[in-house]
């Protein structure tokens, strides 16, 4: 009969074990493709930007990153699962909490409307689809793909392309009256994930179509820094209301705003950069350009090539140990700052110190031994000062103990050993008998005077 003999793991193969899952687990999570990028829609205001507002309550922890509800790409026939659609898959199981009178609604009317998102990273993107309540769903229900019509009222394709900080699009919202949910979804391109918003709206009617710009923006103006320009601007007004602002490089788009102040950053110092910008409203109208702001960034801060002074007055401070000496000396000067000191025994780099010491106790040293050191100061730059030296001897360490001569036992060449009161060194390895004293033994013992 065979029998089969399972033989107990040992801990080598448990803990092999154990880190081949660890590994799993990691790889699984770099091939689920969480996107570097995250973003929210803020116009009109999500759920979650709502809540990052204050104007939603008892939200959870979204209320610190509305910019992170990501969730597998491909809804409807993928995504997050139902009842977890406004969570982006459960993360934040506060925001799948529904009812009538659950969230803040914000006023919207069907026809022409804008979208607006911000990005806290970009990210190459396939596009944006929007998709809104049936009209006769059920806000006291968990939000599920039967809540929403699953074709989407608007599709915005953006072929791989990365978006500016901010994006805007604009569609035409369908009939809708009363209470209904907008679900938004920014489909990333080089990974599998999507981000899911969805916006509290309360409808009141037909959008009229707004053909009005808004006005320009006035009195440009800018603080300029060698990589950075600072910009501001006075506000724009609309007959209806401005949604944001398009920042200008030359006839390059730098960004969309919904401030009156932008920061652009990158440019290279001591070079010519023109600004304008543009004022934009919910139907898309753009305004006319602000005034053209020329600029030229300045130069660079100036390299620091000046070396401290060496550190004067250098010592010994004290009387050495067996092994240890404390160096002290003078603080050197820059003309920027001392940022440390470094402390060499001969060519070895012992510590480097702060900026303000002025002593240092250098350890572990041999007894009765003498030692070079050297200190140089340092700047921020890198620069090294001279170097001053000073030279110490470590104090003598106490003698070890001699044992005394005795029979039986095995010495190696070298070996002390005191007999009748005087000392002897052991000239050849051997193995004492008691009639081999030191006393009778030359050529084993030499006598030390």
């Known amino acids: 009969m065979n029998v089969l003999r399972l033989t107990r793991p040992t801990p080598a193969k448990i803990a092999l074990m154990c880190l081949l899952i660890v590994l799993a687990t990691i790889s699984s999570l770099f091939q689920a493709g969480i996107a570097s990028a995250h973003g929210y829609v803020d116009g009109p205001a999500s759920r979650s930007a ?3 507002s204050g104007e939603n309550k008892n939200c959870g922890a979204i209320v610190y990153e509305p910019q992170s509800l990501e969730a597998p790409k491909g809804f ?39 979208f607006t998102w911000t990005f806290t990273a970009n990210h190459s993107t396939t596009g944006w689809k929007y998709y809104i309540t049936k009209p006769n769903w059920d806000p006291n229900a968990p939000l599920s793909r039967s809540s929403f019509d699953l074709t989407p009222f608007c599709s915005v394709a953006y072929n791989n392309a990365q978006p500016a900080s901010g994006h805007t699009d604009t569609c035409n919202v369908p009939q809708r ?6 679900l938004a979804v920014w489909e990333i391109a080089d990974t599998g994930n999507a981000f899911y918003n969805v916006i509290d709206a309360n409808f009141s009617g037909t959008n009229p179509v707004d053909t009005t710009a808004p006005t320009a923006p006035t009195s440009l103006k800018a603080a300029v820094a060698a990589t950075s320009v600072s910009l501001s601007w006075g506000a724009s007004t609309d007959n209806v209301g401005v949604t944001g602002y398009k920042v200008y490089k030359g006839s390059t788009l730098v960004a969309n705003v919904t401030g009156t102040s932008y920061i652009v950053t990158g440019l290279t110092a001591s070079t010519s950069y023109t600004f304008t910008v543009k004022a934009f409203d919910a139907a898309g109208n753009e305004s006319g350009a602000s005034n053209s702001l020329n600029v030229t960034t300045t130069a660079p801060p100036a390299t620091d090539t000046t070396q401290p ?21 003078t603080a050197s000067t820059d003309n920027v700052g001392v940022t440390g000191y470094r402390i060499y025994n001969g060519s070895t780099l012992v510590t480097t110190t702060s900026g303000t010491a002025d002593s240092y106790t250098v350890t572990g040293l041999a007894a009765n031994t003498t030692y070079n050191f050297k200190v140089y100061a340092i700047d921020a730059a890198g620069n090294q000062s001279a170097g001053s030296t ?17 029979t ?15 000392t002897y060194k052991c000239l050849q390895s051997h193995k004492s008998i008691y009639t081999w004293t030191p006393t009778v033994t030359p050529a084993l013992w030499e006598l030390q005077k």
Request: glycine share 12%; charged share 10%.
């Open 408 to 422: 039986n036992t095995s010495y190696t060449r070298g070996t002390f050993v005191t007999y009748n009161g005087h």
């Open 76 to 114: 409807p026939t993928a995504g997050p699962a139902d009842g977890q659609i406004a969570s982006a898959g459960g993360k934040f199981p506060e925001l799948d909490q529904q009812s009538a009178t659950r969230w803040t609604k914000v006023n919207m009317a069907s026809g022409t409307n804008s």
């Open 309 to 329: 002074t060496a550190p004067a007055g250098l010592h010994i401070m004290g009387a050495p140990t067996a092994s240890s000496m404390m160096l002290m000396w």
């Open 390 to 406: 000073v030279s110490g001897t470590t104090a003598a360490g106490e003698a070890p103990a001699i044992a005394a001569w005795a």
């Open 50 to 52: 709502l809540c990052k």
């Open 177 to 182: 009256s009363g209470y209904q949910v907008i």
